[in-house]
């Protein structure tokens, strides 16, 4: 499954485990889905929240295609996960942001 993604900024949340003691480093990507309606054919936005992997922690603000794959959760519920992100491409060119994601935006956690 295919979905236009537009990445409004992307939070990084890092620390140590206080369960596990390993220390983990996540991409939180605020963003727009632009999904299109099967009934209408609309474009209808949805504000959400992605899981960057690991793979493409260093995207940057922009719109993207993203595609996704089935995936099962530790609790057994079938979900989805990316496969793989690419710009966008608008009018023959891609329009993802060329200014990385600054490395002191990390959230500190309490």
């Not at 992605?50 to 260093?58: A, F, G």
């Not at 295609?65 to 959760?73: A, K, P």
Request: aromatic share 4%; charged share 20%; with cysteine.
């Amino acid at each position: 499954m295919k979905s236009t993604i537009q990445i409004l900024h992307v939070s990084v949340i890092a620390g140590r485990s206080k369960k596990t003691g390993n220390d983990y480093d996540m991409r939180m990507a605020q963003c727009i889905v632009h999904k299109s309606n099967r009934d209408t054919g609309v474009i209808e936005p949805l504000i959400g929240e992605l899981v960057l992997p690991e793979r493409y922690k260093d995207t940057v603000p922009g719109m993207y295609d993203v595609e996704f794959e089935i995936s099962i959760s530790q609790d057994k519920r079938v979900g989805s996960q990316v496969f793989s992100i690419t710009p966008a491409a608008v009018a023959g060119r891609a329009v993802a942001a060329s200014v990385p994601v600054p490395a002191h935006s990390a959230v500190k956690p309490g």
